[in-house]
């Protein structure tokens, strides 16, 4: 049985919603779809890319073929990937619930960014770019449900002075 089904979402068209009660921790399901790499960033390429998740600085998985082409974007998400495929559950998560990801925990390109965020959450951002960009506060949060290669990015690219210190320190 399928833990996530796709329905109509109030944040941005359909999305994708939980089917059974999922806890925190628990494996959600795979993201599914060829890897593709790009070693150059142009805006016919981020077209092209716009439903595809990050896995690493120069790769994303092709969502085409994938439920998770209709994952919503959060500032307060209910699951994080945590492989190059894995999702899970950052929380308990109720039948009916729409799942949602952080799209800042799975992208490194510098020049990606979305410019307006609309999830309502309480604590948003208004802005949603790459993991360099996640304000340290966040990306401690986040940190034990970060790939080792979206740690790698956020330490050498953020211009975070407070992360530098601490990694020195540390």
Sequence with gaps: MRKIEINKSKLHGH????????????HVDYIHGPI????EF????SKRMLNWVGVGRYSWIDTTNSLFRFINHSCKPNVAL?????????????VGCEITMDYSLTEA???WSIDECSCGHNGCRNYIGP??????????KYLPNITARFRKVYVNDSKNTKLSVMHKKG
């Design 15 to 26: 999305g994708l919603f939980s089917t059974c009660k999922i806890l925190k921790g628990q």
């Design 109 to 111: 390109e510098p020049g």
């Design 36 to 39: 593709v790499v790009f070693r």
């Design 82 to 94: 945590i492989t190059r495929r894995k999702v899970i559950a950052l929380e308990d998560i109720q």
């Design 131 to 140: 993991i360099s960009t996640l304000p340290l506060k966040i990306y401690q």
């Design 42 to 45: 142009s805006p016919a390429i």
